[in-house]
């Protein structure tokens, strides 16, 4: 082979050694820009939930302090009830103050008292969101009714009750601040809706480079989570605001009370000692009548379930000692 040849051939085989190294390295170039992508996509996400995590520890400590300076300040307000007729002082219309009111009551009917007050609740734009009534015997009885009425209705709506009522036992009226819980709330959302924000759009970056399914189901799970916990917030949020816009009224409803037993007094005249001899004879025959049916219901069956098998057992017994004794006398 001449020199010439020899020159070509050995240019050929380098060619072709550098066509197959360039093919073997092209496929390893692009998994390992494949895996740093990857890499940083994870470390995007760590980060996102750290910054996540920091948030909500800030909002927490924040709590905790604002809960530590009321203590050591005194801060905490009294819970015991107004006096009557009066709520609690509300500090500034920017202050989101939750009332609940308690009363015990004595009204002539119970179930008209219930369906007033529901009624009453209806007009000034409120709900019933429980009641509960048993007639008891006669006109005595009791109740329960509890009511949801806006809260700047509510010292109308006891207003109304208490002129209703024959009288008012017991009355408590309270007013709880839950300002701090709703900042706190607030914070807490916003820090994970910008978390939420930056996943999302992560996620977009990684769906348009057709990234791993490993990644993006990662990021996917994240997302899943916060919306959660936001959900969750968001609950908490509107059951707070909801506590705050209506005022929680509960009613103990009683019946009149049963009149008191009658004395005789030695200066009655001739037609009150007959009405008082005519009630005392009248009581005394109910209560006679009374233990009869008593009796007749209860103790005679007792009796017949307890007295005859026993007095059946000390015949038998009575038999089988009488036996030897006559056996014995034969």
């Known amino acids: 082979m001449s020199g010439s040849n020899r020159a070509v051939v050995v240019s050929l085989a380098v060619v072709l ?4 190294g360039l093919a073997l390295l092209l496929p390893n170039l692009g998994a390992a820009r494949k895996l740093s992508r990857d890499a940083s996509l994870a470390s995007d996400v760590r980060q996102t939930s750290l910054e ?58 119970v179930g008209d008292f219930v ?18 009534h048993s007639p008891g015997h006669g006109r005595r009885g009791t109740g329960s009714i509890t009511v949801s009425v806006p809260s700047d209705r509510l010292e ?56 791993s399914a490993d990644a993006i189901i ?16 968001e609950a908490s949020r509107r059951s707070l605001a909801e506590r705050v816009r ?13 009149p008191a037993t009658a004395v005789a007094d030695p200066e009655m005249g001739p037609d009150d000692m007959w009405g008082y001899a005519t009630s005392t004879l009248n009581a005394s025959l109910r209560w006679l009548l009374n233990a009869a049916i008593f009796a007749g219901v209860v103790v005679v069956p007792l009796a017949a379930v307890v007295f005859v098998p026993l007095a059946v057992l000390v015949w038998v017994g009575r038999k089988l000692v ?9």
């Open 17 to 20: 050694l550098l066509v197959l």
């Open 52 to 109: 996540w995590h920091a948030g909500l520890n800030a909002v927490q400590l924040a709590s905790d302090r604002r809960a530590t300076n009321a203590v050591t300040s005194g801060g905490f307000e009294s819970t015991a009830p107004p006096a009557r007729g009066k709520m609690p002082d509300v500090a500034s219309p920017s202050r989101m103050i939750a009332r609940h009111a308690q009363l015990s009551v004595r009204v002539e009917s």
């Open 115 to 132: 369906a007033d007050l529901s009624a009453m609740a209806e007009s000034v734009g409120g709900y019933v969101t429980e009641a509960s």
């Open 156 to 211: 109308n709506v006891l207003g109304d009750v208490r002129d209703t009522v024959d009288a008012v036992e017991h009355e408590k009226i309270e007013a709880e601040d839950v300002t701090d819980t709703v900042v706190d709330l607030d914070a807490r959302l916003t820090n994970l809706r910008a978390a939420e924000t930056r996943l999302r759009d992560l996620l977009g970056e990684m769906q348009a480079k057709d990234d």
């Open 218 to 233: 990662q990021v996917f799970r994240e997302l899943t989570r916060l919306r959660e916990e936001i959900e969750r917030l």
């Open 246 to 258: 209506y005022a929680t009224l509960r009613v103990r409803v009683l019946g009149p009370e049963a």
């Open 322 to 330: 009488a036996r030897p004794t006559e056996s014995g006398a034969g």
